[in-house]
């Protein structure tokens, strides 16, 4: 078995992937299940502390970008459907980094893309792994601001509104029902830093 998962052939395709460290026990064998494109699957076999082996099942996703864009004492979000859920949320604006991108690049061409609003700055505030019990899914939060109107560019399966919430009522919004742990995460860490 190949020490670095970029031998694989799921992770040697050119994506950018949310690849996890060494590790502390050892994996005694990897096995890729599913590749469909926009995320693998598979599990590793592991050896515990105590010797017992167990299978440890996980969904590997690129890397993705949260944007906490503020304007005007305003925060923009973005209201969609989820299939998954099946409902409709108000989001912030996110999508996932393409390969040689950073967070806060990501970020400024995924808040273009789906509101039409190109920042003038950006900063990271958090880099996190997310639902690590069952996903290899790296999630960076970016602030922005110093927001430009431009051409919105929607990918084929968005179908977004743009909707700005005042600064003051956006995480009591945010935290209506239906919502989402990125949306969340990215306003709680925006108004600890004093941002919101």
């Not at 009522?169 to 941002?195: M, S, V």
């Amino acid at each position: 078995m190949s020490d670095d998962l970029r031998d694989l052939p799921a992770f040697d395709d050119g994506r950018n992937h949310s690849l996890p460290g060494e590790p502390e026990w050892p994996v005694r064998e990897v096995v890729v299940e599913y590749d469909e494109g926009w995320f693998v699957g598979g599990y590793d076999r592991v050896e515990q502390p105590d010797g017992t082996e167990k299978k440890y099942y996980w969904a590997e996703l690129s890397p993705a970008t949260v944007v906490v864009a503020v304007a005007d004492d305003r925060v923009l979000f973005v209201e969609q459907y989820r299939p998954t859920v099946r409902n409709t949320q108000l989001e912030l604006p996110a999508g996932i980094v393409e390969a040689g991108e950073s967070y806060t690049e990501a970020g400024a061409r995924e808040l273009a893309e789906e509101t039409g609003f190109e920042p003038s700055s950006t900063a990271l505030l958090q880099e996190v792994w997310c639902s690590t019990g069952v996903l290899r899914h790296k999630r960076g939060y970016v602030f922005a601001e110093g927001l430009e109107p431009v051409d919105v560019d929607h990918d084929s399966n968005e179908f977004l509104v743009p909707r700005s919430v005042p600064i003051d009522e956006a995480l009591a919004i945010a935290r209506e029902a239906p919502t989402n742990d990125a949306t969340l995460e990215g306003l709680l860490l925006a108004e600890h830093e004093g941002l919101l």
